[in-house]
Nanobody, 120 residues
Framework: QLVESGGGSVEAGGSLTLSCTAS????????MGWFRQATGKAREAIAA????????AYPNSMKGRFIISQDKSKNTLYLQMDNLEPGDTAVYYC????????????????WGRGTQVTVS
């Protein structure tokens, strides 16, 4: 129901934009988010977006280099990532269905399979 794309390998300082396409029913949930998980680490929130009003939210640690956005006509969520660092290397996931606590992974009911981002 959620399919991420746009990952790949990039040099430090570079940029990538990830996409997440969902079915209409999956996309029309209250809140969608982007998470990432590096090898051996817990899944962490990057950004969340309330699909009806377009309001966005970021954990303090993620403010500045990441921008979440949407194209509702395409049922697609985006994550623009700038000035990437080797520490950003991880699998990036899209999630849907949160009603509250958008930075907690267990708030979401649907997940994509993830897309790998490698920064060297």
């Amino acid at each position: 129901q959620l399919v991420e794309s746009g990952g790949g390998s990039v040099e430090a300082g570079g940029s990538l934009t990830l996409s997440c396409t969902a079915s209409r029913s999956t996309y029309n949930t209250y809140c969608m988010g982007w998470f990432r998980q590096a090898t051996g680490k817990a899944r962490e929130a990057i950004a969340a977006l309330y699909t009806n009003g377009g309001v966005t939210a970021y954990p303090n640690s993620m403010k500045g280099r990441f921008i979440i956005s949407q194209d509702k006509s395409k049922n697609t969520l985006y994550l623009q990532m700038d000035n990437l660092e080797p520490g950003d290397t991880a699998v990036y996931y899209c999630a849907a269905g949160a009603i509250e606590l958008p930075f907690r992974p267990d708030s979401y009911s649907a997940w994509g399979r993830g897309t790998q981002v490698t920064v060297s």
